[in-house]
């Protein structure tokens, strides 16, 4: 009971962060932070920019971000996209080795090959990871039903990046 409490009030704080933030979503202000967070993970490595490894409860889980989509830098299907590389070492740089972070949940618990799927927000300050990528420009939204919770917040980073010409939006055609 106590966790779904601790759970409602960070949305809550997480929410009206960015709904703060959305008010104002024509003007050239970042996405602020909510303020120090509990954790209930601890990085362990980044993948790539928007797939980590967690460690949860003790156990390694691998992480896929909710909502976002960086460029490809490891499917060895697909060569290296424009900007992956830059995208990977940004959330390399936002989670470092042995940072603590909440792992936020949506609907739909795992992706199609099994990651977990889960908004994530550093712990020390509360910068929301997944929105703060697409803000700087460096991921594109990906919505996917139905987890939408930040749907429209991602859809809103991303157009004041691409307006603003940051990250991907200037370095890559298309």
Known sequence: MAAGVAAAVVLAVAVGTVAARRSGSESAAPPTPAGALGSNAVVEHVVDGDTVDLIVDGTEQRVRLIGVNTPETVDRRKPVECFGPEAKQYTVALLPVGTPVLLERDVEP???????????????????VNLELVWQGYAAPLTIEPNTTHARDFIDAAS???????????????
């Open 110 to 128: 795992r992706d199609d090959y099994g990651r977990l799927l889960g908004y994530v927000h550093r712990s020390a300050d509360g910068l929301f």
């Open 160 to 174: 004041a990046a691409q307006r603003a010409g940051r990250g991907l939006w200037a370095a890559c055609d298309g």
